[in-house]
């Protein structure tokens, strides 16, 4: 199975300023296609899972430009350029590169 | 609009089983894989099941392996999962997803307890 590890966490930021979350796999998440098999996920209290990025770097119609997605093969970081209230949250990597499919362990968001 | 929406959740005894279903509407149902993943209480996520656009592929998490059983209904535009045997740590919010367009379900409480 595919090893999800995320750093750090938790994380507690100050609104305005960046927060960076690394997520790294057991191995390569590189898919035939060339794409990197790799989804971010934020889930917030009382609410279902909601996709931030797809395919390691794009962004879903309706996701706000402030939350980017960058890395290849097993190193992938989640950026949110300027933190708001409202980004508070646990957020999840996943791997569907093959079965079983695997989540990162979640790293919470907190506002300072 | 896509809109996916469980239900068949519930308080059972360990060795019981359960039947969750999953209604879709508002996408071509029959031409995706679908996905069941579960968030066990103070826990993350965790992916569950997944079936084939024709049923005719069906992947599982070890730890369910011979006790749940994943199926869809295309005719219906429905998922279901069929649990069996169990067990308290299968109390979780379920929630059937299409991960390839990042749908989700707002998800099913299954409680398992004595």
């Known amino acids: 199975d595919i090893v999800m590890t995320q750093s750090p966490l938790s994380l507690s930021v100050t609104p305005g300023e960046p927060a960076s979350i690394s997520c790294r796999s057991s191995q390569s998440l590189l898919n035939s296609n060339g794409y990197n098999s790799l989804d971010w996920y934020v889930l917030k209290p009382g609410q279902s899972p909601h996709l931030l990025i797809y395919l390691g770097s794009n962004r879903p119609t309706g996701v706000p430009d402030k939350f980017s997605g960058s890395g290849s093969g097993a190193d992938f970081t989640l950026t949110i350029s300027r933190v708001e209230a409202d980004d508070v949250g646990v957020y999840y990597c996943l791997q569907t590169l093959q079965t079983p499919y695997t989540f990162g362990q979640g790293t919470r968001l907190e506002i300072k | 609009e896509a809109q996916l929406v469980e239900s068949g959740g519930g308080l059972v005894q360990p060795g019981d089983s359960l039947r969750l279903s999953c209604a879709a509407s508002?996408?071509?149902?029959?031409?995706?894989?679908m996905t069941w993943v579960r968030r066990a209480p103070g826990k993350g996520l965790e992916w569950v099941a997944d079936?084939?656009?024709?049923?005719?592929?069906?992947y599982y998490v070890d730890s369910v392996k011979g006790r749940f059983t994943i199926s869809r209904d295309n005719a219906k535009n429905s998922l279901y999962l069929q649990m069996n045997s169990l067990r308290a740590e299968d109390t979780a919010v379920y929630y059937c997803?299409?991960?390839?367009?990042?749908?989700w379900g707002p998800g099913t409480l299954v409680t398992v307890s004595s």
């Open positions: 079936i084939k656009d024709d049923g005719r592929e069906k």
């Open positions: 508002g996408f071509a149902f029959r031409s995706y894989w």
């Open positions: 997803a299409l991960l390839l367009a990042g749908y």
